[in-house]
Structure formats: C-alpha cells, structure tokens
C-alpha cells in the first residue's frame, strides 16, 4: 500500500475453574497503531475503535465503534453533532462468571473496561468506559451465539451513547 503506518497488538486471556463447571474468566487487549516516516493523515479505516455486543469488538453495553475520540460539530441551531473518529491506542479488560445451566447452554456475568486514546502509546485511563452485564451463551464449536444485556457504569465521554442490548456469533478472539 502507500500508506506508512504500522501497529501492534498484544492479547491473553487466562481461565481459573472455580466449582462444579463454573469458571472465572478474564482477558485483556492492548493495540497501537501510528504513522512512521514521512506519511500522510492515517486514515479512518486504519484506527481504532471500541463498543459493541462482541468482546472482540470492545465493551458491551456502548453503541458499535463508539468508545474512544469524537469529533463534535455544533449545527446552527445550536444542537451537536458528532462522529467517532477513532484512535491510535486501545486497551480492553474483561472479567466473566461463566455458569452451565444445561449442555452448551451458559450464563455469564460480565465486567467489560476499556479506553480509546487519540495519540499512540498513550496508556492513560483517563478515559475509560465501563459497564457490567448479564449474557446467555449458546456454545456450539467454533460458533458461540451470544445475547447480553449490559448496564453502563461509565462513560469515557458525554457523547458515548448507550446501546444495552447485544447479539454476536463466533468466537471472542
């Protein structure tokens, strides 16, 4: 390509059994992605963004893409306007309380975290959105079907919208 742009991710996750099939999960996620050389403007495709139904995606319980840097117009009626924007640096937590109730079907309790910064390298918490939640996980091999419902804790902005209800298919990495 003939963008000068490069990025690095870093990822893990860890599960402890805890009794009678329950488990305790937690994972975490960092990302930087930034221009080197002599480069134009990164480009919006290449950035950043939380928010979501899926942990991959970022923090249940936020609208997708929506965690992280906005850019905020006021229209002539003095109402705003905003757009994400995204960021260069990412970090993400999760603690799940995952519960069998009968084969492949599951309850977990969740805890999502996370920020998005403007800047690279910047791994301030500043900024952080959080929310707690309740999902059913339909187990199937490498084809999880999830519905959650999240509360939101914490807004990283005021612009942030809330979007409590969530579907994804597939695995979280």
């Known amino acids: ?5 490069y ?7 860890q599960h402890f059994p805890v009794w009678s099939d ?5 994972r975490g996620r960092a ?6 050389g002599h480069g134009e403007e990164m480009p919006i495709s290449e950035r950043l963004f939380a928010g979501g139904a899926g942990w991959s995606r970022g923090i249940r319980g936020f609208d997708y893409r929506d965690v992280g ?3 905020v117009r006021i229209l002539p009626d003095a109402s705003e306007k905003y757009r994400p924007i995204g960021g260069r640096t990412l970090t993400i937590g999760s603690a799940e309380y995952v519960i069998p109730l009968v084969e492949k079907l599951k309850l977990v309790l969740f805890s999502d975290a996370g920020a998005v910064a403007e800047d690279a390298y910047d791994f301030g918490f500043g900024s952080m959105a959080v929310s707690a939640g309740v999902e059913l996980r339909l187990d199937y091999r490498m084809f999880p079907i999830r519905f959650n419902y999240a509360w939101v804790i914490e807004k990283d902005d005021e612009h942030t919208d809330e979007h409590p209800w969530g579907f994804s298919v597939g695995s979280g990495f």
């Open 22 to 26: 329950h488990v305790l999960s937690l």
């Open 1 to 5: 390509g003939d963008m000068d742009i």
């Open 7 to 13: 990025s690095w991710e870093i990822k893990g996750e």
């Open 69 to 71: 840097p906005k850019v």
């Open 31 to 36: 990302e930087v992605v930034n221009e080197y």
